[in-house]
Structures are given as structure tokens and as C-alpha cells.
């Protein structure tokens, strides 16, 4: 099946220094990809979407300063948390998924492991 | 707005017990419907989905039925093993939207 891999899985940091986090897919090509913030016991909640080669698209609330996101290829999302703060430590989920045909969008997301950020 | 809302857990069960996770949905469209599931130290993945009313998913003896007149899509299984022990995600995607949208999440607890 479709693998979704992110590193690192943990990163702890001090407060004011941007972390990146790594998305990629590892045996297909995702022509979108998605990141998600995760709170204990709560939902995921979705933070933008990146299509490759175009510009995020973030949702209401989401600071696309703060929260950089690139998708440069077909295999790679990165996201960067800039001047990183304790209220951004969370669990970072990215997932990815295909186009299909006639540019309609496959039901399947995968999802990467996660990232733990922790600012100190 | 769109939105998925399902009951919340933990859920604690016995071995071989029968296992329900209710999930309802608001949706403007005629949405796809999904059960994610999370075990500890993963990602999530997709355990079944249903794209029309009246559809059932099905996986790993897992079922759920989408219910256009309720709008629900809760999640059975009729013997639960303490594999099953994970976090459901109950999610719908409107049609050929580029977005998901997750419930909060059932922490499911099987004991020996």
C-alpha cells in the first residue's frame, strides 16, 4: 500500500526557533497534500492544503505566516513552524493523496505517522 | 458548515463483545463517509468507507452503514479482539471536494 512518511517523528525546540517538518510519499505521487494539527482527544484539524507547484491553501484561523508550508514535488511537503511558541506544541499530521482522471480526487488520503512538536 | 460529530470514549469492552461507535454527520452535499483508525505509535488508515446512501463499508469484520435518513454511518463489529484497541475516526468528504473532515475521535479499550 501507499506509504506516507514524516521526519521527524519528535522534535523539542526553544521558544522563538522555527522547526521543519517533512512530508514525503514513498511510493506515489501525490498531487496533494494535506496538513493537519492534532489536540489530545480532540479531532484532527485541517490546517491547509498544498497542491505541487501552487501555493497553499490555508484555512480560516491558520496563520500562513507562522505555519509555512511548500510542496515543491510530487513526493515532498514540508511545513516550518516559524518563531515557534508553547501554544504550538502539538502533534503535526501530514496526509497526501492522487488525482485521478478527468481531475476528480481519489476518496483515499494517507497519512504520515506524525511529528511531535514540543517548544520549550 | 459541515461537520461530523461521534460519541465519545473511551469505549471499554471484553473480548469478543459487540462493538458500536455512532457517528452522524451535517453535510450540505451528498457526502462520502470514512472510519480511520489510529493505533498507538501510527498513522491513521483507512479502515472502510461508503460513497452512497445505503452502502456499507466492510473490513476486517468491521461494518458500517451509510444512512442517508439519519445521517449516520455508525461502526459495528460483532466480536471485537484486543487488537481492535485504537482511536475511530469517523470522516466525510463532499464530492470531489479536496477536503476532509474528522470527528473527534473514539479511543476503543479491548480487554482480555
Known amino acids: 500500500g501507499a506509504v506516507v512518511s514524516q521526519h521527524p517523528s519528535r522534535v523539542i525546540c526553544k521558544s522563538g526557533t522555527s522547526v521543519k517538518i517533512e512530508c514525503r510519499s514513498l511510493?506515489?505521487?501525490?498531487?496533494?497534500m494535506f496538513w493537519y494539527r492534532q489536540f489530545p482527544k480532540q479531532s484532527l484539524m485541517l490546517m491547509a492544503t498544498?497542491?505541487?507547484?501552487?501555493?497553499?491553501?490555508?484555512e480560516q484561523g491558520v496563520e500562513k505566516d507562522k505555519f509555512l508550508i511548500n510542496h515543491a514535488s510530487l513526493t515532498l511537503s514540508t511545513l516550518t513552524v516559524t518563531s515557534a511558541h508553547p501554544e504550538d506544541s502539538s502533534f503535526y499530521i501530514c496526509?497526501?493523496?492522487?488525482?485521478?482522471?478527468?481531475?476528480?480526487?481519489?476518496?483515499?488520503?494517507?497519512f504520515g505517522p506524525g511529528t511531535r512538536l514540543t517548544v520549550l | 458548515g459541515d461537520s461530523v460529530t461521534q460519541m465519545e470514549g473511551p469505549v471499554t469492552l471484553s473480548e469478543e463483545a459487540f462493538l458500536t461507535i455512532n457517528c452522524t454527520y451535517t453535510a450540505t452535499g451528498y457526502p462520502s463517509l470514512f472510519w480511520y483508525v489510529q493505533y498507538p505509535g501510527e498513522g491513521l488508515q483507512l479502515l472502510l468507507k461508503a460513497t452512497k446512501a445505503d452502502d456499507k463499508g466492510s473490513n476486517k469484520g468491521f461494518e458500517a452503514t451509510y444512512r442517508k435518513e439519519t445521517t449516520s454511518f455508525h461502526l459495528e463489529k460483532g466480536s471485537v479482539q484486543v487488537s481492535d484497541s485504537a482511536v475511530y475516526f469517523c470522516a466525510l468528504r463532499l464530492y470531489n471536494f479536496n477536503k476532509f473532515y474528522f470527528g473527534s475521535g473514539t479511543k476503543l479499550n479491548v480487554k482480555p
Open positions: 498544498s497542491n505541487e507547484g501552487s501555493k497553499a491553501t490555508y
Open positions: 496526509s497526501a493523496r492522487t488525482q485521478q482522471n478527468r481531475g476528480t480526487y481519489t476518496d483515499t488520503q494517507y
Open positions: 511510493d506515489f505521487q501525490a498531487t496533494t
